[in-house]
């Protein structure tokens, strides 16, 4: 099945290996991403979880994955995607990635992130373009958490 992907990238004013951290460390994901928990074993295999909402006994939201790759300070895949919304299941079949890349910049790093597998079908460009002001979102909010801790 043909997809299409969303790549989003900045550079910012933290080490490289301080950016990879942010990225795999439960407390700073509650920060920069809004969550209310989140659980991660970080290692090839481990798991990435992720859930929004008041009620620990009735989220929101949860997102769910696998780790594909864990290349400390410059990679993490994310794959194996289980999501869940109390307004219901995504109204298409996904077989979603997530790709973090850190890398050298004068004065601190660059975080890159490729989300691929979003089905060209028009069922899924309310969910494509949610995610695209998501991650314009997300990485407000990392910018947000490093300059801050």
Request: contains cysteine; aromatic residues 12%.
């Amino acid at each position: 099945m043909a997809t299409r992907k969303h790549v989003h990238e900045e550079r910012l004013s933290a080490a490289p290996d301080r950016v990879f951290a942010i990225l795999h460390t439960p407390s700073a994901i509650r920060a920069w991403w809004g969550a209310a928990r989140a659980i991660v074993l970080p290692r090839d295999g481990g798991i990435w979880m992720a859930a929004w909402g008041a009620d620990e006994d009735s989220p929101d939201y949860i997102t769910s994955a696998r780790i594909k790759v864990f290349d400390p300070p410059r990679r993490l895949v994310l794959g194996d995607f289980v999501y869940y919304a109390k307004t219901g299941p995504l109204p298409f079949q996904a077989e979603f990635t997530t790709e973090f890349s850190v890398s050298d910049s004068p004065n601190g790093a660059v975080l890159k992130v490729v989300q691929d597998g979003f089905p060209i079908d028009s069922v899924a460009d309310d969910f494509y373009a949610g995610c695209e002001t998501g991650w314009t979102n997300t990485f407000a909010g990392i910018r947000r958490y490093l300059e801050s801790d």
